[in-house]
């Protein structure tokens, strides 16, 4: 596969299709069976709690693919996206109700670079606070 979006059609300050993302605990769950993170804080309010969250959390490898999936949607090419890396601010808590949580994510082309490459810098948010920080990929463009 190749990116569907030609670097020359591309400019700083472009702005991605925002994108947001429902989380439940059933999410959580299908997570944990498909990654093998069966860390308690994920799963057992009781257990968040007692270690001091305010509930079950997302693991923060979802909340950073999840938050990824804006860039490789815009490109239509998840294999264009040649770096990508995030901090941890704060934790996606998830209530446990038939709504659960939002994963927000706004993009935007920070930089344009070499070899036809741009920086795509992301804003991810959850119940208002920003989630993921400095949160950042370099994408190859067609």
Same mark, same amino acid.
């Given at each position: 596969?190749? #990116?569907?979006?030609?670097?020359?059609?591309?400019? *700083?300050?472009?702005?991605?299709?925002?994108?947001?993302? %429902? +989380?439940?605990?059933?999410?959580?769950?299908?997570?944990?069976?498909?990654? &093998?993170?069966?860390? %308690?804080?994920?799963?057992?309010?009781?257990? #968040? $709690?007692?270690?001091?969250? %305010?509930?079950?959390?997302?693991? @923060?490898?979802?909340?950073?693919?999840?938050?990824?999936?804006?860039?490789?949607?815009?490109? @239509?090419?998840? @294999? #264009?996206? +040649?770096?990508? &890396? +995030?901090?941890?601010? $704060?934790?996606?808590?998830?209530?446990?109700?038939? $709504?659960?949580?939002?994963?927000?994510?706004?993009? $935007? *082309?920070?930089?344009?670079?070499?070899?036809?490459?741009?920086?795509?810098?992301?804003?991810?948010?959850? @119940? &208002?606070?920003? +989630?993921? &920080?400095?949160?950042? #990929?370099?994408?190859?463009?067609?």
């Amino acid at each position: 596969m190749t #990116a569907q979006i030609a670097y020359d059609d591309v400019e *700083v300050g472009t702005e991605l299709p925002a994108r947001t993302f %429902p +989380v439940t605990r059933a999410t959580l769950v299908q997570y944990a069976g498909a990654s &093998g993170d069966f860390n %308690p804080i994920h799963w057992n309010e009781r257990f #968040a $709690k007692e270690v001091g969250l %305010p509930d079950v959390i997302a693991h @923060g490898m979802f909340t950073m693919a999840e938050a990824v999936r804006v860039v490789t949607d815009w490109t @239509g090419d998840p @294999g #264009a996206v +040649v770096e990508y &890396g +995030v901090r941890f601010t $704060k934790p996606v808590v998830v209530p446990d109700d038939d $709504k659960g949580a939002l994963i927000e994510v706004v993009g $935007k *082309v920070a930089a344009k670079l070499d070899d036809r490459t741009v920086r795509v810098d992301l804003t991810v948010t959850s @119940g &208002g606070q920003k +989630v993921l &920080g400095m949160s950042r #990929a370099v994408v190859r463009l067609a």
